[in-house]
């Protein structure tokens, strides 16, 4: 069974679904996707724990992180591709 919890914050990304994990792979990544979570350097932040600094750089909660690779394949979350 999987789940993701934010590296930064804790959160649940099962936190507001009827479901408390999963157990494809896939479907967990579109959920996360589905809630504009990032996956950076190996680790998993929720939309309230990262935002996009002016050099299209994500910031979380103070630290910038120059490597952005988007969860699942819906949605690439960047800025520049919008």
Same mark, same amino acid.
Not at 16 to 27: A, L, M, R, Y
Not at 48 to 71: A, F, Q
């Given at each position: 069974?999987?789940?993701?919890?934010?590296?930064?914050?804790?959160? /649940?990304?099962?936190? /507001?679904?009827?479901?408390? &994990? #999963?157990?494809?792979?896939?479907?967990?990544?579109?959920?996360?996707?589905?809630? &504009? #979570?990032?996956? @950076?350097? /190996?680790?998993?932040?929720?939309?309230? &724990?990262?935002?996009?600094?002016?050099? /299209?750089?994500?910031? @979380?909660?103070?630290?910038? !992180?120059?490597? !952005?690779?988007? !969860?699942?394949?819906?949605?690439?979350?960047?800025?520049?591709?919008?």
């Amino acid at each position: 069974m999987f789940t993701l919890v934010c590296d930064n914050c804790g959160k /649940d990304v099962n936190e /507001d679904t009827d479901f408390s &994990c #999963w157990n494809d792979k896939g479907v967990l990544k579109e959920l996360a996707d589905d809630q &504009c #979570w990032v996956e @950076v350097e /190996d680790k998993h932040y929720c939309h309230d &724990c990262y935002i996009y600094d002016e050099n /299209d750089e994500i910031l @979380v909660r103070g630290i910038i !992180i120059n490597s !952005i690779t988007p !969860i699942g394949e819906a949605k690439k979350i960047n800025k520049t591709n919008e």
